[in-house]
């Protein structure tokens, strides 16, 4: 058995693990899908960075954090995913990046077409929206089957590649915040390159718990965050984009400061957080130690499989993402099938049963109850999790 594997099912580990974070006392938290919890060293170093630049304010920061030091850090986030610093632009988080990479992107004519589905975030539909009013493209919105596989995605793709022959960019959600599905982006993005279409990939769920090579999954343009998965302060985040293709993405808005030929004029040139950033050495150096996005999504994906086993023994449960091991990771959404209001089935779980989580709507499969383990979740808390869920039923 690989070590990874055998380490996610180790709860003395994950104990001790768990020691290094501090947890308010209070409800069971299996909503650790909206940001990440910070070690507490990574708290102090955190807390120190910030009475430095308080107390050396801009000379540190225009002496040594924009010549060298902010460079360094860049560098560091660009080999979390294998690609050169000059691939990368830090950004606030995932929201900022994905809209910098749809507003900028630069090869849309007036009547083309844009393909945006269901699962996406918000955020990402709303932008997709606006290049219709502000490109005069037009957005065609599709929507997954359910019960998803890994054909029947490719296959809705296809179809709309083929029946929509004036598509040229996409998004494409990697981890949907809706149900945890995991999209076969590789596929999906070859079928895309086959009809001329581009990919701009959202991946603000998946660093940190998915392992992947942006380059074998055929992904020009992408962005994320360091807050969910990878343990690093609120509001830090970056985009990529393949250098071959730095001319497609505009500088942002007439953008400046840096040169037409340096991937940071895609971002508004800001003052950023920068004792957050700072501190992202020690995420980095904390991530990696206990063995990187492989470690940390074996264990969520453990944690993930010990509910929803139990959750298809009982009749009035839908689990909403399929077994099939490409497509789910820690994230899973269900829903109580007898029940009309999901919303008053959360309430449910918290108030009968301590257990935190959240309802999704919005996909076409229906609203739904989102269940995220975190990495200070343990297998009791998951237990507590599958008793509710068998009396509910
Ligand atoms: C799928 C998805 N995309 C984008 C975002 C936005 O990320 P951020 O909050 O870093 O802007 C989120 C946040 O939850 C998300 O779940």
Same mark, same amino acid.
């Given at each position: 058995?690989?070590?990874?594997?055998?380490?996610?099912?180790?709860?003395?580990?994950?104990?001790?693990?768990?020691?290094?974070?501090?947890?308010?006392?209070?409800?069971?938290?299996?909503?650790?899908?909206?940001?990440?919890?910070?070690?507490?060293?990574?708290?102090?170093?955190?807390?120190?960075?910030?009475?430095?630049?308080?107390?050396?304010?801009?000379?540190?920061?225009?002496?040594?954090?924009?010549?060298?030091?902010?460079?360094?850090?860049?560098?560091?986030?660009?080999?979390?995913?294998?690609?050169?610093?000059?691939?990368?632009?830090?950004?606030?988080?995932?929201?900022?990046?994905?809209?910098?990479?749809?507003?900028?992107?630069?090869?849309?004519?007036?009547?083309?077409?844009?393909?945006?589905?269901?699962?996406?975030?918000?955020?990402?539909?709303?932008?997709?929206?606006?290049?219709?009013?502000?490109?005069?493209?037009?957005?065609?919105?599709?929507?997954?089957?359910?019960?998803?596989?890994?054909?029947?995605?490719?296959?809705?793709?296809?179809?709309?590649?083929?029946?929509?022959?004036?598509?040229?960019?996409?998004?494409?959600?990697?981890?949907?915040?809706?149900?945890?599905?995991?999209?076969?982006?590789?596929?999906?993005?070859?079928?895309?390159?086959?009809?001329?279409?581009?990919?701009?990939?959202? !991946? *603000?769920? &998946?660093? =940190?718990?998915?392992?992947?090579? #942006?380059?074998? +999954?055929?992904?020009?343009? %992408?962005?994320?965050?360091?807050?969910?998965?990878?343990?690093?302060?609120?509001?830090?985040?970056?985009?990529?984009?393949?250098?071959?293709?730095?001319?497609?993405?505009?500088?942002?808005?007439?953008?400046?400061?840096?040169?037409?030929?340096?991937?940071?004029?895609?971002?508004?040139?800001?003052?950023?957080?920068?004792?957050?950033?700072?501190?992202?050495?020690?995420?980095?150096?904390?991530?990696?130690?206990?063995? !990187? *996005?492989? &470690?940390? =999504?074996?264990?969520?994906?453990? #944690?993930?499989? +010990?509910?929803?086993?139990? %959750?298809?023994?009982?009749?009035?449960?839908?689990?909403?993402?399929?077994?099939?091991?490409?497509?789910?990771?820690?994230?899973?959404?269900?829903?109580?099938?007898?029940?009309?209001?999901?919303?008053?089935?959360?309430?449910?779980?918290?108030?009968?049963?301590?257990?935190?989580?959240?309802?999704?709507?919005?996909?076409?499969?229906?609203?739904?109850?989102?269940?995220?383990?975190?990495?200070?979740?343990?297998?009791?808390?998951?237990?507590?999790?599958?008793?509710?869920?068998?009396? #509910?039923?």
């Amino acid at each position: 058995m690989p070590d990874n594997t055998r380490r996610a099912r180790d709860e003395s580990f994950w104990r001790t693990f768990a020691d290094r974070y501090d947890v308010q006392p209070g409800p069971i938290n299996l909503e650790n899908g909206y940001f990440g919890r910070m070690s507490r060293t990574v708290v102090e170093e955190y807390q120190r960075n910030i009475e430095l630049i308080n107390r050396s304010n801009s000379v540190y920061v225009r002496q040594r954090f924009e010549a060298s030091d902010g460079l360094k850090i860049r560098a560091q986030v660009a080999e979390l995913i294998d690609v050169p610093a000059e691939a990368v632009a830090l950004t606030r988080n995932a929201s900022d990046g994905l809209q910098s990479l749809i507003r900028n992107y630069n090869r849309l004519q007036p009547g083309e077409q844009v393909l945006i589905c269901d699962l996406e975030y918000d955020t990402v539909k709303g932008a997709m929206r606006w290049l219709a009013r502000h490109r005069g493209v037009e957005v065609i919105e599709i929507e997954h089957r359910h019960p998803a596989s890994f054909d029947s995605l490719l296959t809705t793709y296809r179809d709309a590649f083929e029946r929509y022959p004036r598509l040229r960019l996409m998004a494409l959600t990697h981890v949907t915040h809706r149900t945890g599905l995991v999209m076969p982006v590789q596929a999906i993005a070859a079928a895309a390159r086959e009809h001329g279409v581009d990919v701009i990939l959202d !991946g *603000a769920h &998946a660093l =940190g718990q998915l392992e992947f090579d #942006l380059e074998e +999954l055929g992904i020009a343009f %992408a962005a994320y965050n360091l807050h969910k998965w990878v343990g690093a302060p609120l509001t830090l985040g970056f985009l990529y984009i393949a250098p071959e293709r730095l001319s497609d993405i505009d500088p942002d808005m007439g953008e400046m400061h840096f040169p037409i030929t340096d991937i940071r004029a895609r971002t508004p040139y800001s003052t950023p957080n920068i004792p957050a950033l700072l501190t992202l050495p020690l995420v980095l150096e904390e991530h990696w130690a206990m063995g !990187g *996005a492989a &470690a940390k =999504g074996m264990r969520l994906n453990y #944690l993930r499989n +010990l509910w929803v086993r139990a %959750a298809h023994e009982l009749p009035g449960i839908d689990v909403l993402t399929p077994d099939d091991p490409r497509l789910y990771c820690g994230i899973t959404s269900m829903r109580f099938a007898a029940h009309n209001d999901q919303q008053l089935m959360v309430e449910q779980l918290l108030n009968d049963y301590n257990l935190f989580t959240v309802m999704r709507s919005g996909a076409a499969c229906g609203p739904c109850i989102r269940i995220t383990p975190g990495l200070t979740t343990t297998a009791a808390d998951m237990a507590q999790l599958i008793t509710a869920l068998t009396e #509910l039923s």
